[in-house]
């Protein structure tokens, strides 16, 4: 019987690489990855196909690719090499599988609320380098063999060493690795406030001109800010670099966020001439009892306060970097941050959906915002906002005081 599963293991295994070389020839990254992940659910008749790839400058491994588990890239899922399941496959560069998944076992608690029971990952590498993990999974209790492990490990193998794929790949390692640099790798931890924050591409190259920052200055001042710079790819991604280093250059020298953007936008108009740039700059006072904010054609932020609802904070919204002439003078909103108050700010990716309201987006947000640390806060904000592939970057920031 053994002998006859495996011919046909093998025989199922000809069909899939013929069917693979065929595909290579013709697909982008996105759409061969969907390709061969169907494949590997039909070869070893699992539930669940996923692949996480390694970036390389944070050291972590990233939700590319799913069927069953598209949630796990819709919020973009990310786990450190060594921590969870996939951590364990990466960190061994060997095959892992679990008969009994338990919360033990894993730390991603999507593969738990899927009921996933039995789980089997291998490396997947090019020239012995790590590139990603390919793990499936099974929604009843099911021991993978020797023949299983053997065949995810072939199709791991023939997917890492495929020439198409493997450049793209890391093609797309690079851009993310530039697009981390721009971002803070780790927001700073502050006495008094709890931070978080989401990044998630809305496209194949993972690079885009949405942005973040938090910082402290040498006044007791936390400087916060986000933005978005225009179009997509590489030229926005340099653009925003450059905007984002001259906005902390000018917070060191000014202590009113409205002199901060009046600073930029002349920088923007002299330097980035016929770039659209919108940014919302927070001052919060070294007592984080007060926020001065100033914006620059950006959605207001949330504010919610223990006991409330959730609102948009009533500010003036002053005209983008880049349109017109530089304005002579920005405003500032001073807002109260009260005990167990959480400031959310974000970009339109997270709240637009094409012929829908921007409002309804908007409410869908507030709607999601709840109590709690500022990373389950973000966490539940990614799952009940983005129930599909973002078209558009999301960059997402929650900043809770302290009870």
Same mark, same amino acid.
């Given at each position: 019987m053994?002998d ?17 070389d065929?595909?290579l020839s013709g697909?982008?990254?996105a759409d ?6 169907d +494949? &590997?659910? %039909?070869?070893?008749k &699992? ?5 996480l790839?390694?970036d390389?400058?944070?050291?972590e491994?990233?939700?590319?690719a799913a069927k069953?588990?598209?949630e796990?890239?819709r919020r973009?899922f990310?786990?450190?090499?060594g921590h969870g399941?996939?951590g364990r496959?990466?960190?061994t ?6 008969? %009994?998944?338990?919360?033990a ?5 999507i ?8 789980l089997?990952g ?9 590139v990603?993990v390919?793990h499936v999974?099974?929604l009843?209790?099911?021991r ?10 072939l199709?791991a ?7 198409q794929?493997r450049?793209q790949?890391?093609d797309?390692q690079a851009?993310?690795a530039l697009?981390r640099s721009?971002?803070p ?8 406030l709890d931070?978080?924050?989401r990044?998630?591409?809305?496209h ?6 949405d942005w973040?920052?938090?910082f402290?200055?040498?006044s007791?001042w ?22 984002r280093?001259?906005?902390r250059?000018?917070?060191? %020298?000014?202590?009113?966020p409205a002199e901060?953007?009046t600073?930029?936008? +002349?920088?923007i108009h002299h330097?980035e001439?016929?770039?659209?740039t ?14 001065h904010l100033s914006c620059?054609g950006?959605?207001?932020?949330l504010?919610?306060v223990?006991g ?8 003036? &919204?002053d005209?983008?970097f880049g349109?017109?002439?530089p304005l ?6 001073v807002v109260d941050?009260p005990p167990g108050a959480?400031l ?6 997270l709240v637009?959906?094409r012929?829908?309201?921007i409002d309804?987006?908007?409410? +869908?947000?507030a709607?999601a915002?709840r109590?709690?640390?500022?990373e389950?806060l ?6 009940a906002?983005i129930?599909?592939?973002p078209?558009? %970057?999301v960059?997402?920031?929650?900043i809770?005081?302290?009870d």
């Amino acid at each position: 019987m053994a002998d006859a599963e495996l011919v046909t293991n093998e025989e199922r295994l000809r069909r899939f690489e013929a069917i693979t070389d065929r595909a290579l020839s013709g697909l982008n990254i996105a759409d061969l990855f969907d390709e061969l992940l169907d +494949r &590997v659910r %039909d070869l070893l008749k &699992v539930d669940t196909a996923t692949i996480l790839l390694l970036d390389g400058h944070t050291g972590e491994l990233v939700a590319t690719a799913a069927k069953g588990l598209e949630e796990e890239v819709r919020r973009g899922f990310r786990i450190r090499v060594g921590h969870g399941f996939a951590g364990r496959v990466a960190a061994t560069s060997a095959p892992v599988t679990i008969y %009994d998944v338990t919360p033990a076992d894993v730390v991603n608690p999507i593969l738990l609320d899927a009921g996933i029971r039995a789980l089997l990952g291998v490396p997947m590498l090019a020239n012995g380098t790590l590139v990603g993990v390919l793990h499936v999974g099974s929604l009843t209790l099911r021991r993978f063999g020797p023949e299983d492990v053997q065949l995810l490990q072939l199709v791991a193998d023939r997917a890492s060493s495929a020439g198409q794929v493997r450049a793209q790949i890391l093609d797309r390692q690079a851009a993310l690795a530039l697009q981390r640099s721009l971002l803070p790798g780790r927001l700073p931890e502050i006495a008094g406030l709890d931070l978080a924050a989401r990044y998630v591409p809305g496209h194949d190259l993972g690079i885009g001109g949405d942005w973040y920052d938090v910082f402290a200055l040498p006044s007791g001042w936390l400087g916060a800010v986000i933005g978005d710079v225009s179009g997509h790819g590489l030229p926005s991604a340099v653009v925003m670099g450059r905007i984002r280093s001259a906005l902390r250059s000018y917070a060191l %020298d000014r202590d009113d966020p409205a002199e901060v953007l009046t600073a930029l936008d +002349r920088k923007i108009h002299h330097f980035e001439a016929g770039t659209l740039t919108t940014a919302l700059y927070a001052l919060i006072a070294p007592d984080r009892a007060s926020v001065h904010l100033s914006c620059a054609g950006h959605l207001p932020p949330l504010l919610a306060v223990p006991g409330e609802p959730t609102s948009l904070v009533d500010l003036v &919204v002053d005209r983008p970097f880049g349109v017109g002439a530089p304005l002579a003078r920005r405003h500032t909103t001073v807002v109260d941050l009260p005990p167990g108050a959480t400031l959310v700010f974000y970009t339109d990716g997270l709240v637009e959906r094409r012929g829908e309201l921007i409002d309804t987006g908007i409410e +869908r947000l507030a709607d999601a915002i709840r109590s709690g640390p500022a990373e389950a806060l973000c966490d539940h904000i990614m799952a009940a906002t983005i129930d599909e592939p973002p078209t558009d %970057d999301v960059a997402l920031l929650a900043i809770r005081r302290h009870d």
